[in-house]
């Protein structure tokens, strides 16, 4: 018999790939674009790509994680609210956008199994009886998974902001793939707000788009690795993230994968910046 997911020995037939995706700019989806000086369909292709993502699984998630760039804790810790609230971690937006909810439910047996998980790998882990959802997790999920019928658990990142930390809590996760759990990293592939808006973010987001790209595509599981825990003597690394909790999502999600190579699946042009989503496992 299945067993609820969170349980210990947890499995089904399918196992879940996991994503990183673009969370876009606040809650751009959402509003009129041009309230914040930009062309009105600056975020259509991010949107119309984001709302397409739930068709392309293998079947409905019965739990999701999200690891977002908007949370960093001393350890790695999982939300263990039952009701998580709404942050509205976003500033200088219209009214409506501060009235967003995103009602899914928490999922405390979850939290507590990647808790045990982490610790398995040998990772400090804990959680956090209220921390809600902040806007790298409601404004994206509003798109994928409207209907907010779908248990989500955030996951923190770490302050130390380690790549290779990040990679192993994602191959420490793997086992969730396989227990009904979507893996998500929610970040952005550029994320420099000085250069966004101007010539300065072209040239060298794409030239680390190029890399990250190839990178995640390696199908050499240890140079992808290595690569990825050394991203930042990549091209244009540091104007790409000049503070990297944005991009630390991915690791995540890369590591979840296992020995299985990402590919890019979504890429667009928006704030004069090249962009991207990646599918892994």
Not at 252 to 271: I, K, L
Request: aromatic fraction near 10%; charge should be negative; include cysteine.
């Amino acid at each position: 018999m299945t067993k609820a997911p969170g349980q210990q020995g947890a499995a089904t037939d399918t196992i879940f790939p996991t994503w990183f995706i673009p969370h876009g700019g606040g809650p751009c989806f959402f509003m009129d674009w041009r309230q914040m000086g930009g062309p009105a369909d600056t975020w259509d292709k991010m949107a119309a790509w984001l709302r397409s993502l739930a068709a392309t699984l293998p079947a409905k998630p019965k739990a999701i994680v999200v690891i977002s760039g908007h949370w960093e804790e001393e350890v790695f810790t999982a939300s263990t609210a039952a009701a998580p609230a709404m942050i509205y971690d976003y500033t200088g937006f219209p009214p409506h956008t501060y009235e967003l909810q995103y009602p899914a439910p928490g999922a405390p047996e979850v939290a507590a199994r990647i808790v045990e998980l982490l610790k398995g790998a040998g990772l400090a882990a804990g959680t956090s009886p209220s921390r809600g959802f902040d806007h790298g997790i409601f404004i994206p999920l509003l798109l994928i998974f409207p209907d907010a019928d779908i248990p989500v658990v955030p996951l923190s990142l770490t302050r130390d902001l380690d790549p290779e930390v990040h990679l192993k809590a994602g191959q420490a996760l793997q086992a969730l793939r396989e227990e009904g759990v979507l893996i998500i990293g929610s970040g952005m592939s550029y994320h420099n707000m000085r250069a966004f808006r101007t010539p300065a973010a072209t040239a060298p987001s794409e030239a680390f788009d190029r890399w990250l790209t190839d990178t995640v595509r390696d199908e050499d599981a240890g140079s992808r690795w290595r690569g990825l825990a050394h991203w930042a003597e990549a091209p244009a690394a540091r104007n790409a993230h000049p503070r990297e909790e944005h991009l630390l999502p991915l690791m995540v999600a890369a590591g979840a994968a296992g020995d299985a190579p990402g590919e890019q699946v979504f890429s667009d042009v928006a704030m004069e910046a090249h962009l991207s989503g990646f599918r892994f496992g």
